[in-house]
């Protein structure tokens, strides 16, 4: 039980594109979903935090305008990095919630590693 | 405040060793803290994960040592095996916006 899962695993694109990343949690309901980006050899940083049917909550120094977050379904968040640059190459991870259970337990998903040419 | 300070950065054991990691936290407020592990690629997994009202939980050859006036707590890996090799990052969270905030990690590498 609690698996999460992305969408693409990995993705290429040029410079100037939007990408758009899937996460979805499969067999619970999630009314919380983080994302976290990951640069090699280091930890995993903060995001956003979303919550179903609202607004993302955005961390210090992350830009609003070009990573959007919708959490359309309590299963379903999604993030599209905008007008992507090559420093936008990273790993994202998405960890959920779960409507039920320990409020600060996340499950992670496998991760999206977008590489920006 | 916000900080969890993990330690060693990295850690060679051998095969049927006992590996352990420390991290240490400010923020009083913490009342969870969970430790995953990641293989490369991979997203982090649940290992393992304690609250300040009990001082040491083991899952397996998994312990958590809780040390709450210390504000540290440390993963014990028993009978390390190969398998292990990996990245383990400690965390810890409230229950004000259960955001997590992760460790430095550590790479761990078992050799046979």
């Known amino acids: 039980g609690a698996v999460v899962s992305q969408h693409p695993s990995w993705v290429i694109c040029k410079s100037g594109t939007s990408v758009k990343i899937e996460c979805r949690s499969l067999d619970f309901q999630a009314t919380t979903m983080f994302w976290y980006r990951q640069f090699p050899k280091q930890s995993l940083m903060l995001m956003a935090t979303?919550?179903?049917?609202?607004?993302?909550?955005?961390e210090q120094g992350v830009e609003k305008d070009k990573f959007l977050i919708n959490h359309a379904s309590l299963t379903l968040s999604t993030l599209t990095v905008t007008s992507a640059h090559p420093e936008d190459s990273s790993f994202y991870i998405c960890s959920a919630r779960p409507l039920a259970g320990s409020y600060n337990e996340q499950f992670f998903g496998p991760g999206t590693r977008l590489t920006v040419l | 405040q916000q900080q969890v300070k993990q330690s060693p950065q990295s850690l060679i054991v051998q095969k049927g060793g006992i590996s352990i990691i420390n991290c240490a936290y400010e923020n009083t407020a913490f009342d969870y803290f969970p430790w995953y592990q990641q293989f490369p690629g991979k997203g982090p997994a649940l290992l393992i994960a304690i609250r300040p009202d009990v001082s040491e939980k083991k899952e397996g050859r998994f312990t958590i040592s809780f040390n709450k006036s210390a504000k540290q707590f440390s993963l014990h890996i028993m009978d390390s095996q190969p398998g292990d090799s990996a990245t383990y990052f400690c965390?810890?969270?409230?229950?004000?916006?259960?955001?997590?905030?992760f460790g430095q990690g550590t790479e761990l590498s078992v050799k046979p």
């Open positions: 979303s919550n179903e049917g609202s607004k993302a909550t955005y």
């Open positions: 965390a810890a969270s409230n229950n004000q916006g259960g955001k997590l905030i």
